[in-house]
């Protein structure tokens, strides 16, 4: 079992649409979790970071962590067009050791159709 | 956030040659990261770069292989040694902020031929 899973997709929706991503992971030593979008050919840029369970919101865009569950989600409202790229998450382990280093999930495919 | 420069964009290199790529930041950072992304996957770790002393590889990464620096805190350069078409991919650096969340650089567009 990998560490982290997560639906490579490719997902299409409408313009407007709620959009969810999930991820699960088995290690429970992850505590910090964070979302990344990736345009093609460029670096991923961060969107959402948090280290509790629960709703973290900014603008369109909400990030929810179930850690007894082991599950993750992004979720998108009134998606756009510009929402279209690949969407990692990703989530590190904060003991001693590991160094804060991340360990992504292999990416979701988002294409928003106007 | 942090802002991440890196040098070069992209570079084809003949296969058995070295690139060596930079890697900077705008502010200081408490840890240095180096990853490989192959094409259509996801990213993966190759080295914590650790500053005034030897990375810290992951399983599957050697010193030999992937040299690192990092000399100052605000600085790393990453090379990858006698090139093999294998090793065509991207390379991104990232960097830590206060609360340990990673932002990453560009990257580098690395095809061997």
């Known amino acids: 079992q990998k560490e982290v899973e997560q639906d490579p997709g490719p997902l299409s929706v409408p313009e407007g649409a709620i959009v969810s991503l999930n991820c699960t992971y088995s290690n429970s030593a992850f505590q910090y979790f964070m979302w990344y979008r990736q345009y093609s050919r460029k670096g991923p840029e961060l969107l959402m970071y948090t280290y509790s369970s629960g709703n973290k919101e900014d603008g369109r865009f909400t990030a929810q962590v179930d850690k007894s569950s082991k599950y993750i989600s992004l979720f998108i409202r009134d998606s756009q067009p510009s929402d279209s790229a690949t969407y990692l998450c990703?989530?590190?382990?904060?003991?001693?050791?590991?160094?804060?280093?991340?360990?992504f999930g292999k990416g979701t495919l988002l294409t928003v159709n106007p | 956030s942090a802002v991440i420069s890196q040098k070069p964009s992209r570079d084809i290199c003949q296969r058995g040659t070295s690139l060596t790529i930079q890697c900077q930041v705008d502010s200081q950072v408490t840890m240095m990261f180096w990853y490989r992304q192959q094409p259509g996957q996801s990213l993966t770790l190759i080295a914590t770069a650790n500053q005034g002393s030897e990375a810290t590889y992951e399983s599957g990464f050697v010193i030999d292989k992937f040299p690192i620096s990092r000399p100052n805190l605000t600085f790393s350069t990453l090379t990858v040694s006698n090139m093999s078409p294998e090793d065509s991919s991207i390379y991104l650096c990232?960097?830590?902020?206060?609360?340990?969340?990673?932002?990453f650089g560009p990257g580098t567009r690395l095809t061997v031929t």
């Open positions: 990232s960097g830590t902020g206060p609360s340990y969340e990673q932002y």
């Open positions: 990703a989530m590190s382990d904060p003991s001693g050791g590991s160094n804060y280093k991340l360990t």
